[in-house]
């Protein structure tokens, strides 16, 4: 499984950014695809997920009501809407696979590269 995250940039804060994450390789055995991100110096921190059958979601309390993702079995792509955007969600965000289900990122065996998140005040 491979997976690619893009769609990063400078942005203010109130802005709104929308991050894309393409899969691709043994996708049916996996479980769900969700986004984590890491700013400097902070562990690496679950945001949401998209399970692939039936398409529901889980998000984490410190994003919930901004952050919305969504998938596209067509594309094989993950989405991250990540709205009214602050200072503090300046990070690198990843997006990861995992076979089985967990919100731990040692549960995710997959990941792609980051695309960094920079939200000026």
């Known amino acids: 499984v491979q997976l690619q995250a893009s769609g990063g940039g400078l942005v203010q804060a109130g802005d709104s950014l929308r991050l894309s994450c393409a899969t691709s390789g043994r996708r049916l055995s996996v479980f769900a695809t969700g986004w984590f991100r890491q700013a400097p110096g902070k562990e690496r921190e679950f945001l949401a997920r998209?399970?692939?059958?039936?398409?529901?979601?889980t998000y984490a309390d410190s994003v919930q009501g901004r952050f919305t993702v969504s998938g596209d079995n067509n594309e094989n792509a993950v989405y991250l809407q990540m709205n009214n955007l602050k200072p503090e969600d300046t990070a690198v965000y990843f997006c990861?696979?995992?076979?089985?289900?967990?919100?731990?990122?040692?549960?995710?065996?997959?990941w792609g590269q980051g695309t960094l998140v920079t939200v000026s005040s």
């Open positions: 998209f399970i692939w059958s039936g398409g529901s979601t």
């Open positions: 990861a696979s995992a076979t089985y289900n967990t919100i731990r990122p040692q549960g995710y065996a997959y």
